[in-house]
């Protein structure tokens, strides 16, 4: 399995960004996706989450009502869209996937490169 995570960047504080993961192995349809993400001198925290069919999503407090997760199962790519962002959501943000959605980053089988988001005030 590979994850090709893209689209981070410099955004301004209350502005959007779109992050997109792309996977090719396998059946992408078989894997919940994940989306966590790394401050500096922080742990890595889970963000998000999608179930496989895309129908159920799972979202940290933190990012509630703010992101959104989605994924097109024939195109074998997730995404992650970012509203009202803050400076504190600037972090190397990382797609992962697992056959089972989990908050804890050490359940997720499969992890993308990371892509850096600095959010700037």
């Known amino acids: 399995v590979q994850l090709q995570a893209s689209g981070g960047g410099l955004a301004q504080a209350g502005g959007s960004l779109t992050l997109s993961c792309v996977f090719s192995?396998?059946?992408?349809?078989?894997?919940?996706v994940g989306w966590f993400r790394q401050a500096p001198g922080k742990d890595r925290e889970f963000v998000v989450a999608?179930?496989?069919?895309?129908?159920?999503?799972y979202y940290a407090d933190a990012v509630k009502g703010r992101f959104t997760c989605s994924r097109d199962n024939a195109k074998n790519t997730a995404w992650l869209r970012m509203n009202s962002l803050k400076e504190e959501d600037t972090a190397v943000y990382y797609c992962?996937?697992?056959?089972?959605?989990?908050?804890?980053?050490?359940?997720?089988?499969?992890w993308g490169q990371g892509t850096l988001v600095t959010v700037s005030s």
């Open positions: 999608v179930s496989n069919s895309g129908g159920r999503g």
């Open positions: 992962a996937v697992s056959t089972y959605y989990a908050r804890a980053s050490t359940e997720w089988s499969f």
């Open positions: 192995g396998r059946t992408f349809s078989d894997y919940a």
